[in-house]
């Protein structure tokens, strides 16, 4: 099965970092629109960063110059640099994307595909 497994989660104080990461796990030959989701408790799930195949983002209002997502295509990896964490910013982080699967004969494009997540936790 192909899979994408988030890393990097713990627990910080405020105005602390942590860089997330975002891993394919099976024949994913490629990825196209990758993005960052993520939902606190008592919320509803919302979008905080996402890179198109070409490069370029786009960033919730609450994460713009905090928070900075990145790629390594050769490796099918995708990032989340988070700077100046705050409590609000408590949530399970989440990595979604558009991928090429390859299926041994054929290839398939996947669009949606999600992690199973990572916690991140804002506090003193």
């Known amino acids: 099965q192909v899979q994408l497994v988030e890393s990097g989660g713990g627990l910080v104080q405020p105005g602390e970092s942590l860089r997330l990461s975002c891993g394919a796990s099976?024949?994913?030959?490629?990825?196209?629109?990758v993005a960052w989701y993520r939902r606190a408790p008592g919320k509803q799930r919302e979008l905080v960063a996402r890179?198109?195949?070409?490069?370029?983002?786009n960033y919730a209002d609450s994460a713009k110059g905090r928070f900075t997502i990145s790629r390594d295509d050769t490796q099918n990896t995708v990032y989340l640099q988070m700077n100046n964490l705050k409590p609000e910013d408590t949530a399970v982080y989440y990595c979604?994307?558009?991928?090429?699967?390859?299926?041994?004969?054929?290839?398939?494009?996947?669009?949606?595909?999600w992690g199973q997540g990572t916690q991140v936790t804002v506090s003193q």
């Open positions: 890179s198109t195949r070409t490069g370029a983002t």
């Open positions: 979604n994307a558009d991928v090429l699967v390859d299926y041994g004969l054929l290839k398939e494009e996947v669009d949606g595909l």
């Open positions: 099976g024949k994913i030959v490629s990825m196209y629109a």
